[in-house]
């Protein structure tokens, strides 16, 4: 690194560059305790991971107050917007970036909470899929079937085009286990 201007230098002082350390020759070998040497584990209700799925949380916080609720039975807000940034996260991860808030838009979208009239039977299904989910710890299983409910190759669709399926039938935005549960 150079030293500022204002230091001085003495004329007879040697100057010193930058040398690598010597190589190494043995070659690396995964020897400690904590190396993992197996794969990522695949199985149901362990989701997707992406990077910094959290910002998932700050960005469905900006629908807050924002949201088209029905009177009378809807889901709760809070509910809402913890279920839509696990949906976000789960299409973020899937596309393999960070969340961002056309995440949120497109949970929100296929879920019907920026529609001013939803289907009776959504407001049904959100109603039973959504109860309690912003408390993680007891209902991660929930989270994790509410993410479940909307299968990829929905949520790796353009917002537009998963805007207008929803329009045109919103039964086929989510799993057939998601719909049976309708009955």
């Known amino acids: 690194m150079s030293a500022p201007q204002f230091v001085p230098i003495s004329p007879v002082a040697q100057l010193r560059s930058y040398t690598s350390p010597p190589r190494r020759t043995d070659p690396w070998t995964k ?14 209700r362990l989701g997707v991971t992406g990077p910094d799925p ?23 807000e809070s509910d809402v917007l913890r ?11 899937l596309i393999g970036r960070a ?11 296929v879920w019907g909470f920026l529609d001013a009239t939803p289907a009776a039977e959504l407001l049904r299904l959100r109603r039973r899929m959504f109860e309690g989910v912003h408390h993680i710890a007891p ?14 190759d929905v949520l790796l ?10 329009a045109r039938d919103w039964r086929a935005c989510f799993s057939e286990s998601a719909v049976e549960q309708l009955g």
């Open 31 to 44: 020897d400690r305790p904590s190396e993992i040497e197996a794969r990522q584990p695949h199985d149901d």
């Open 54 to 76: 959290g910002y998932a949380l700050t960005m469905a916080s900006r629908y807050a107050g924002k949201l088209l609720l029905q009177p009378g039975g809807d889901a709760k």
């Open 99 to 109: 969340p961002i808030l056309a995440d949120v838009t497109v949970a929100l979208t």
């Open 157 to 166: 669709r353009h917002p537009g085009a998963i805007k207008q399926l929803h």
């Open 83 to 93: 279920g839509a940034a696990e949906i976000a996260m789960k299409r973020a991860a």
């Open 139 to 152: 209902h991660y299983p929930l989270l994790r079937e509410l993410a479940d409910a909307v299968p990829a």
